[in-house]
């Protein structure tokens, strides 16, 4: 749980403008964002406590992520990306000792937040002495305030100059005996809540004819049911056609096999919840791609959203028939 001392833009998590189903862009009119609609988190605290994971971890979760900025620039950055539209709308900034010049100006800058209406959280990371120490020692590296002399009056230092920072956080979390995935855990929890709500679900539909998924953690196979294709009224349609999807949802079985699915699939999402898996992919195939997967798999996803999950939904094989469409 090492800190890298080298400053480090990471990249945003923003979702594409391109619908997957169409392969259209969707253009929408950029209106300036109210800075009360912005969200910005400081993730802080001891060096090896571990925010350098606690910043991948917060990435994933869909924020644009800075890594060691200077505070005073919070200000100025929240101003462009109000201003100018911009879809992010949930900036984390690592702030630590190694922008220590600029450390003075932090208390400054959050009063200044609070004035625009931007909504700030504190999330201070900790640990014990003894573990710091052991940690610096696996890395072999020594601590940005040790200045030559020994290790622990580095941490001592650094205890000093964040003892107001730390009791102005929101959320302190002590990592002297969690591993990286239960800190994972912790995080998530923080900041979406536990349990299944912070899963994030992704159905995509394909055609076995055009090669099974390697990136699928699920793979149900629905081709025991009535092929539409065979319907001449349905052939030219696709499984997001009303027809299609009365006609595969109506057909024996359809329902039971949902059902089923649905509970496996949800055992399977506590379960990953549990142990840092917070996104799952899951293929549903027939054999062209275009009408049974296509609405089984739009119907499992709205089952699951019953449940509160964040679902997701493309269909592999519309996507490139529309894409060849497109091109000729």
């Given at each position: 749980?090492?800190?890298?001392?080298?400053?480090?833009?990471?990249?945003?998590?923003?979702?594409?403008?391109?619908?997957?189903?169409?392969?259209?862009?969707?253009?929408?009119?950029?209106?300036?964002?109210?800075?009360?609609?912005?969200?910005?988190?400081?993730?802080?605290?001891?060096?090896?406590?571990?925010?350098?994971?606690?910043?991948?971890?917060?990435?994933?979760?869909?924020?644009?992520?800075?890594?060691?900025?200077?505070?005073?620039?919070?200000?100025?950055?929240?101003?462009?990306?109000?201003?100018?539209?911009?879809?992010?709308?949930?900036?984390?900034?690592?702030?630590?000792?190694?922008?220590?010049?600029?450390?003075?100006?932090?208390?400054?800058?959050?009063?200044?937040?609070?004035?625009?209406?931007?909504?700030?959280?504190?999330?201070?990371?900790?640990?014990?002495?003894?573990?710091?120490?052991?940690?610096?020692?696996?890395?072999?590296?020594?601590?940005?305030?040790?200045?030559?002399?020994?290790?622990?009056?580095?941490?001592?230092?650094?205890?000093?100059?964040?003892?107001?920072?730390?009791?102005?956080?929101?959320?302190?979390?002590?990592?002297?005996?969690?591993?990286?995935?239960?800190?994972s855990t912790k995080l998530y929890e923080a900041l979406l809540g536990s349990g299944?709500?912070?899963?994030?679900?992704?159905?995509?539909?394909?055609?076995?004819?055009?090669?099974?998924?390697?990136?699928?953690?699920?793979?149900?196979?629905?081709?025991?049911?009535?092929?539409?294709?065979?319907?001449?009224?349905?052939?030219?349609?696709?499984?997001?056609?009303?027809?299609?999807?009365?006609?595969?949802?109506?057909?024996?079985?359809?329902?039971?096999?949902?059902?089923?699915?649905e509970k496996a699939v949800m055992v399977a999402v506590e379960g990953y919840a549990?142990?840092?898996?917070?996104?799952?992919?899951?293929?549903?195939?027939?054999?062209?791609?275009?009408?049974?997967?296509?609405?089984?798999?739009?119907?499992?996803?709205?089952?699951?959203?019953?449940?509160?999950?964040?679902?997701?939904?493309?269909?592999?094989?519309?996507?490139?028939?529309?894409?060849?469409?497109?091109?000729?």
């Amino acid at each position: 749980m090492s800190e890298a001392t080298a400053p480090q833009e990471r990249g945003s998590r923003e979702k594409p403008l391109r619908d997957e189903a169409s392969g259209d862009k969707a253009f929408e009119t950029q209106i300036p964002r109210p800075a009360g609609e912005f969200e910005v988190l400081l993730i802080t605290g001891m060096s090896g406590a571990g925010r350098s994971h606690a910043a991948d971890c917060v990435e994933d979760m869909g924020w644009y992520v800075v890594d060691n900025m200077p505070p005073k620039l919070l200000v100025p950055l929240v101003d462009m990306m109000t201003a100018s539209a911009s879809k992010v709308h949930r900036l984390a900034a690592v702030i630590d000792v190694r922008s220590r010049s600029y450390f003075d100006d932090l208390s400054a800058v959050l009063s200044h937040l609070d004035d625009l209406g931007v909504k700030t959280r504190i999330l201070f990371l900790d640990a014990d002495d003894g573990v710091l120490i052991k940690r610096y020692e696996s890395v072999r590296r020594p601590h940005p305030l040790q200045h030559g002399n020994r290790l622990i009056d580095g941490i001592h230092e650094e205890r000093e100059l964040l003892a107001n920072l730390k009791e102005r956080a929101n959320t302190v979390i002590d990592t002297s005996s969690l591993s990286i995935h239960q800190l994972s855990t912790k995080l998530y929890e923080a900041l979406l809540g536990s349990g299944a709500s912070t899963v994030s679900v992704h159905i995509f539909s394909f055609g076995f004819k055009y090669g099974i998924p390697l990136d699928a953690d699920f793979v149900a196979d629905v081709r025991f049911l009535p092929n539409p294709y065979w319907v001449p009224s349905l052939r030219e349609l696709n499984g997001l056609d009303r027809p299609v999807s009365d006609y595969v949802l109506s057909s024996d079985g359809a329902k039971e096999f949902l059902a089923a699915y649905e509970k496996a699939v949800m055992v399977a999402v506590e379960g990953y919840a549990k142990e840092d898996k917070h996104y799952v992919t899951i293929a549903v195939g027939c054999t062209g791609g275009q009408h049974r997967s296509v609405a089984m798999g739009a119907a499992l996803a709205q089952r699951l959203r019953a449940h509160g999950l964040s679902v997701t939904v493309s269909a592999r094989e519309l996507h490139r028939r529309q894409r060849k469409l497109g091109e000729a």
